[in-house]
Nanobody, 113 residues
Framework: VQLQASGGGLVQAGGSLSLSCAAS????????MGWYRQAPGKQRDLVAI???????NYADSAKGRFTISRDNAKNTVNLQMNSLEPEDTAVYYC????????WGQGTQVTVSS
C-alpha cells in the first residue's frame, strides 16, 4: 500500500490550502482515511479523519475551518483548509487504514503571519 500526498506549501495567515492523498495497492476500499500533522518538536496529532461511510472526526483546532472528504471509488482523501493560522504550520501526513495503518510521506504546510 502506498499513499501519495500532494498540495501544501506557503500561505499567509487567513489563506487557504488544499491537500490531496491518493492511496494505492489495495483491492479493497480503505476503512478510515485522514490527516495528521506534526509541528517541529511536537508529537503527531490528529487533524481530521473520515470513515468509509463518511463519518468524520476533527481536532478541535480544525473544526469550522477544515473540511475532509473522500472518494471511495478512487481511494482518495482531501483536506480543504481555510482561515489558516501560523499555528497550523506543520508537516501534514496522510493516513489510511485497512487491517494495518499506513502513512504518506508528509507534505509541508507553512502559514506566515
Amino acid at each position: 500500500v502506498q499513499l501519495q500526498a500532494s498540495g501544501g506549501g506557503l500561505v499567509q495567515a487567513g489563506g487557504s490550502l488544499s491537500l490531496s492523498c491518493a492511496a494505492s495497492g489495495s483491492r479493497l476500499s480503505f476503512n478510515t482515511m485522514g490527516w495528521y500533522r506534526q509541528a517541529p518538536g511536537k508529537q503527531r496529532d490528529l487533524v481530521a479523519i473520515i470513515t468509509r461511510s463518511g463519518m468524520t472526526n476533527y481536532a478541535d483546532s480544525a473544526k469550522g475551518r477544515f473540511t475532509i472528504s473522500r472518494d471511495n471509488a478512487k481511494n482518495t482523501v482531501n483536506l480543504q483548509m481555510n482561515s489558516l493560522e501560523p499555528e497550523d504550520t506543520a508537516v501534514y501526513y496522510c493516513y489510511a487504514n485497512i487491517i494495518f495503518d499506513y502513512w504518506g510521506q508528509g507534505t509541508q504546510v507553512t502559514v506566515s503571519s
